[in-house]
């Protein structure tokens, strides 16, 4: 799967219980959190990496509001953004002229590593 399978494929579906997921070809619906990990994950090619990229900092799960005034999830990956919304790499300036609204709130390495570790095992 490439970035852009993910953007074609990727159906929006509100996840009541927060799960994190790595999205397969087999299941590409999923929330802003499963788009964003789906996105670092085809780009650094294994979980081993992701977790080096979220520790290290090149990669960040970054909460804004969008648009639409709801909280949101955007992956930032050595200095572009990605989301659900866009599904291509953006600056934030882009994202910003788009009306999404960025707090300084960004999930801890160590609390998206366990989010997504805990989630895994309910998929």
Known sequence: MNQEYLAKNFVYEKDPQNKWKILSKDNMHGDCEDYALTALYIETGSKFK???ALIFGSAKMQHCL???GG???VLKYKGYYIDNG???WV????LETKGY???GWRY???SAIIKFALSANKV
Do not use: D, I, Q
């Open 71 to 73: 909280g949101h999830v």
């Open 101 to 103: 609204k960025f707090s």
């Open 50 to 52: 992701m977790a080096l």
């Open 66 to 68: 969008a648009p639409s």
């Open 108 to 110: 801890w390495w160590l």
């Open 91 to 94: 600056t934030r300036r882009y």
């Open 86 to 88: 866009h599904r291509s």
